[in-house]
């Protein structure tokens, strides 16, 4: 178990963050300590009024809130009755058992763990002191729950942080038996709680690219009629393999119901997230030459993912694009008509049809060209206007290469230092000799 001790100015902040949490339906509370009811018979404003009428009698505590969170380990899945237990001998052990207090059990990351709001004010008006209180009476606690609870021991943690969970950059997963549910847990802790959806298919535009799979079943099946979401692991090719799991026996409980809470939330916040994918595709095409291939290689370089949609025959029908910077994701008609997956094909199709012209051109060009062809004339035929006018011709395309070549012994004549250049042989008048 891991503790973590927060001291704030405002009691009405961390109360309202928690609350949130549970109209989000990622949270709940699960209990009080010291409060004259039950937390199911009390509304929220019963619930912050214990906490302002205590602090109202020292107004001289300007950090007068405290945030507590203890963490577990993923492996463990503890009944509401044992995190009560643990909730209450902890803050007993800290010195704060007799003071209000409020447990939430939140389900928004990927481990279980507890947020307990209270107040450093005491009955009698008096200020309870914390300092060093996370090194020595937290710490201590800690010990003692996890032997007499038989928690996962924290000892080792440097520095008593959170155990980060595996990084889902740091690998595709590959299903094994037992270690299956985790694995898909560690990956739905991440990206549930980090990343910006508003379907189920963008949602899984992320899940695949990890080899996870939310699946709704076929339309005929149990499953998808009565609203159940399944997930499943998927091999190197995208199928999937083991047995499914349904959501709802994961700890954070992201069933098709929770997601689609989900889905209108994000739907507000993440519209301004548009412009860096746009300007990023933008970008790309201002290249002479970008293929469907290379687009997706420069967008991969500005950490955003294209993932294709395919029927059947192989066909591409839509694009879905993740953005790993700011964590949206996006269907191609979302941004706009043009970056849809029949526009972006469009635009590279475009580009190289340009490109076959002008290439058939100067062939036709070159084909007239001969030795003796002055440069002068060679490059008239081969730029006209441009050429004519002075305009400068990029080295990047393979015009621009020959007309460098070209021009190089031009250019490099000029350049001669006098002092190399050879001297010009007089003329001799006519009638004079050699040796005068």
């Known amino acids: 178990m891991v503790a973590i001790i927060k001291t704030g100015h405002s009691i009405h902040n961390i109360f309202n963050y928690n609350e949130n949490k549970v109209k989000q339906g990622i949270a709940v509370c699960i209990g009080e300590g010291n409060y004259p009811m039950d937390v199911d018979k009390m509304s929220g404003t019963m619930k912050l009024n214990r906490f302002l009428k205590q602090t109202a009698l020292n107004d001289n505590v300007k950090r007068n809130s405290v945030h507590i969170s203890l963490n577990f380990d993923p492996s463990e899945n503890h009944s509401k009755e044992k995190l009560m237990d643990i909730a209450n001998t902890y803050m007993g052990k800290i010195g704060f058992g007799e003071q209000p207090y409020l447990v939430y059990e939140h389900y928004d990351s990927g481990h279980p763990h507890l947020h307990i709001v209270s107040i450093k004010i005491r009955a009698d008006g008096s200020r309870i002191d914390m300092q060093n209180i996370g090194r020595n009476q937290s710490e201590n606690a800690r010990k003692e729950i996890e032997d007499s609870f038989g928690l996962v021991k924290a000892q080792g943690n440097k520095n008593n942080q959170i155990p980060k969970l595996q990084s889902i950059s740091a690998g595709k997963i590959q299903y ?187 062939i036709e060009k070159l084909q007239s060209i001969t030795f003796e062809t002055p440069n002068s004339e060679i490059m008239a035929t081969l730029f006209g206007s441009d050429f004519q006018n002075n305009k400068y011709v990029g080295s990047n395309s393979l015009m621009g290469q020959l007309a460098d070549i070209l021009t190089e012994s031009q250019q490099t004549a000029n350049y001669i230092p006098n002092q190399l250049k050879g001297k010009k042989k007089k003329k001799k008048r006519r009638g004079q000799s050699d040796n005068q």
Do not use: W
């Not at 094994?176 to 739905?188: D, T």
């Not at 992320?206 to 009565?226: C, H, I, M, P, W």
């Not at 706009?336 to 049809?353: H, M």
């Open 176 to 362: 094994a038996r037992g270690e299956s549910k985790r694995a898909i847990n560690n990956v739905l802790g991440e990206v549930l709680a980090t990343y910006k959806y508003t379907s189920l298919a963008e949602l899984n535009a992320v899940l695949q690219q990890y080899n996870v799979l939310a699946d709704r079943g076929d339309e005929n099946s149990k499953v998808f009629k009565t609203g159940g979401l399944m997930y499943r692991i998927l091999d190197e090719k995208g199928k999937p393999i083991g047995v499914p799991i349904k959501a709802s026996l994961f700890y954070n409980k992201p069933t098709l119901k929770f997601l689609e809470k989900t889905f209108t939330s994000n739907a507000t916040t993440k519209t301004s997230d548009k412009s860096r994918i746009k300007n990023a595709i933008d970008k790309a095409f201002l290249r002479t030459k970008t293929s469907l291939t290379e687009l997706e290689g420069l967008l991969q370089k500005e950490g955003i993912n294209m993932v294709f949609r395919k029927n059947t025959e192989g066909l591409l029908y839509g694009i879905t694009y993740v953005d790993h910077t700011t964590k949206c994701v996006f269907n191609g008609s979302a941004l706009g008509k043009e970056y849809s997956a029949k526009a972006i094909q469009e635009r590279c199709t475009s580009i190289r049809l340009v490109e076959q012209k002008t290439t058939e051109t100067n």
